[in-house]
């Protein structure tokens, strides 16, 4: 079994910042990828920012320049720096690793969320 969780969420101002951390443990062997991800009332699940080992990140244009994903390797965890929050920012927060077994199974798990509320 692989637990995904994560944490940091809250009500900010718009302009203000969050920090969202996410830690994956479990019956990993490779950990090769995570990513956060967004889903706000009445609309899908879109990509926020997204880590993989040796590539560059990957960013959703609405995010590009305001957030930062970083990550341990070592300790299968990701953080999302989040600046300059805007209202539209709103949404709960989901973090995905993407790992596989030591016979080469690839398996994704997500997190249950974390909602961010961005409102004056």
């Known amino acids: 079994q692989v637990q995904v969780v994560e944490s940091g969420g809250g009500l900010v101002q718009p302009g203000e910042s969050l920090r969202l951390s996410c830690a994956a443990s479990g019956s990993i062997f490779r950990l090769y990828a995570m990513g956060w991800y967004r889903q706000a009332p009445g609309k899908q699940r879109e990509l926020v920012a997204s880590?993989?080992?040796?590539?560059?990140?990957t960013y959703a244009g609405s995010v590009k320049g305001r957030f930062t994903i970083s990550s341990d390797n070592a300790k299968n965890t990701v953080v999302l720096q989040m600046n300059s929050l805007k209202p539209e920012d709103t949404a709960v927060y989901y973090c995905?690793?993407?790992?596989?077994?030591?016979?080469?199974?690839?398996?994704?798990?997500w997190g249950q969320g974390t909602p961010v509320t961005v409102s004056s």
């Open positions: 995905r690793a993407d790992w596989s077994t030591e016979t080469q199974r690839r398996f994704t798990s």
């Open positions: 880590i993989t080992s040796g590539i560059d990140p």
